[in-house]
């Protein structure tokens, strides 16, 4: 599903990543561990097409990343992955459904997939938020400014898994949520995910959650930037 092979990326030639060889199968829920400023969120960039690196290849789907135009990585990273954002980016002048259905508009395989699952776009996204804890129909209607930001986590999630994306990437999910509500939000990214053999790419600092997975790498085993650093 996911090979990366002599990852190399520097910035303003400070060198960040530097990986050998990172391998995830389809299905895989992979928890990758490291603390604040190891490359967390730039290696989830590079997966992303976000970041083009120095040299090395990453193959997503069999699609090697740097073979495509920028306009092609836009529509690889619409139909094939979800992000979970650390800072959310939620579009503050959209409504709540609006934010969680956006990622059809740019997607017709997810607005697909979606329309099968639930019947229309708005249903799924419902079906989404409830199973997250949030089962309040006047939510969906307001702006996500007016929600707490435990509320807005919840619906960036949805937001991801809307339309069953093969790769989910999720940047620091958990934290702004308290213990009992970052269980629920793990079980029910865990059942989504393997109801469609969705891939799981699951970065935090919190090394608690690291037991909910079967497959686990601490950044600092694999970046050789962070070794070194840290040396």
């Known amino acids: 599903m996911i090979n990366l092979s002599n990852l190399r990326f520097a910035w303003q030639k400070e060198a960040i990543i530097d990986i050998s060889s990172l391998n995830v199968k389809k299905g895989q829920h992979l928890f990758i561990q490291g603390p604040s400023g190891s490359g967390k969120s730039t290696l989830l960039n590079l997966l992303g097409g976000v970041l083009t690196p120095q040299s090395g290849d990453i193959e997503i789907l069999g699609q090697q990343l740097d073979e495509l135009s920028a306009s092609q990585k836009d529509s690889f990273r619409a139909n094939h992955i ?5 800072q959310f980016n939620l579009i503050p002048y959209l409504s709540v459904i609006d934010n969680i259905t956006l990622p059809c508009t740019f997607s017709a395989p997810r607005k697909a997939k979606a329309l099968k699952r639930s019947g229309s776009l708005e249903k799924e996204a419902t079906r989404l938020l409830a199973a997250l804890g949030l089962d309040d129909a006047d ?4 702006s996500v400014n007016e ?3 435990g509320q807005q986590q919840r619906v960036a999630a949805a937001r991801a898994m809307l339309g069953s994306p093969e790769i989910i990437i999720a940047d620091e999910p958990t934290s702004a949520l308290d ?5 629920a939000f793990i079980k029910i990214l865990f059942e989504e995910c393997q109801k469609e053999e969705i891939t799981l790419i699951f970065v935090s600092h919190d090394s608690t959650l690291k037991d909910n997975f079967t497959h686990q790498v601490n950044l ?7 070794i070194k650093e840290t040396l």
Do not use: E, M, T, Y
Not at 139 to 142: D, F, N, S, T
Not at 220 to 226: E, Y
């Open 82 to 86: 979800g992000f979970i954002f650390q």
């Open 139 to 142: 939510l969906l209607k307001r």
């Open 147 to 149: 929600l707490s930001v």
């Open 179 to 183: 213990n009992d509500h970052r269980q």
């Open 220 to 226: 600092q085993d694999i970046n050789q930037v962070a």
